[in-house]
């Protein structure tokens, strides 16, 4: 399975094995990389994401990095008259979706011998890649907002990681990591095409849970798109594959309060326009300035979805709604499901909706 970086602006081929987490252009990289994967392989593995190890771009596997990660419970939930599958992401070893892309990504890098990187999160990514770089000893530097969760900045330096208190905006932050890049490998979860070959188990593993059908519509968190573009790939690898038959649509959720590619997508723009930042609850998503945003939005488009706006005032009552269903879940992730009770008043009532805890209801501030 050889695997190899393309820049989407350039167009200009880099080894798998470089050490440039962009092209020397500034462009950023997409992974060519086709999998080899068939469910029929699948007969006595374990029920990890790894099980769809030939559809991980992974070369040997003494360098895997994982703690048995993935398969999370797929359940139907109500909402009103109707109901939706949700997968239950809170439930990987760092708290959110976002192992996934971690597994994956460490994994790349160990392979390719490097002893120290660095992050820069609002909290979930800044945990996950910390943990695994726990795992695979590999020295880490996580770049953080000042005011993010105390808990997960906790759970940050247990692992052991440096951790960088920047002051300012989400986009300041991911300046500072910018300018330590200079020095220090950069293992964005926004820049670096492994991880989203690492959320694209979201895809594989909702299909096999569906008995290998693709659903109809999946509502995802549309922040910096991680999830969006790896279930994107993710879905298109299996169809070109023959294993699904069609893609689903795919519906992005932002918070109205921090609304790029929402707005691009309301307002027919080729490109994702400047806004006005507001405060949020739900911080795991509200990104300004996406630097893979026009990449986002073609996902949406290009599958037939559409963007929800999620009000402000609506993030807290969905929160506790599912808590007395008994599922505490980050009030990020009590956004997209906020996005996804808007969505439902308009799916079929036959329509195969899925969506997705994101993250575990720990990591909240209060509630």
Known sequence: MP????????GKNQKDTTLYWRCPCGGLFDLVFEPAFHPKKLAGRQHNLWRYREALPVKNNRNIVSFGEGFTPLLEIGFGDKSAWIKQDQLFPSGSYKDRGSTVLLSHLKETGLEK??????????????????????????????????????QIEAYGARLHRISGSREDVAAAALRAAEKTYYASHCWNPYFFHGTKTFAYEVCEQLGWKAPDTV?????????????????????NAGIIRKMPRIVGVQARNCNPISTAWRKDLDYIPAIIKKPTLSEGIAAAAPVRGKQILDCIRKTGGEMIDVPEQTILPAFRELAKKGYFIELTSAAIISGLKIYMRKAGKKELVVSIFTGHGLKNRST
């Open 117 to 154: 990187i660095l992050e820069d999160s609002s909290g979930n990514a800044g945990c996950s890649i910390a943990a695994y770089s726990a795992l695979a000893g590999i020295g880490c530097d996580v770049y953080v907002p000042a005011n993010a969760s105390p808990s997960k900045l906790a």
């Open 219 to 239: 509502v995802l968190p549309a922040g910096n798109g991680t999830l969006v573009i790896g279930a994107y790939i993710g879905f298109s690898e299996l169809k």
């Open 3 to 10: 695997v190899s970086l393309t820049c989407t602006s350039c």
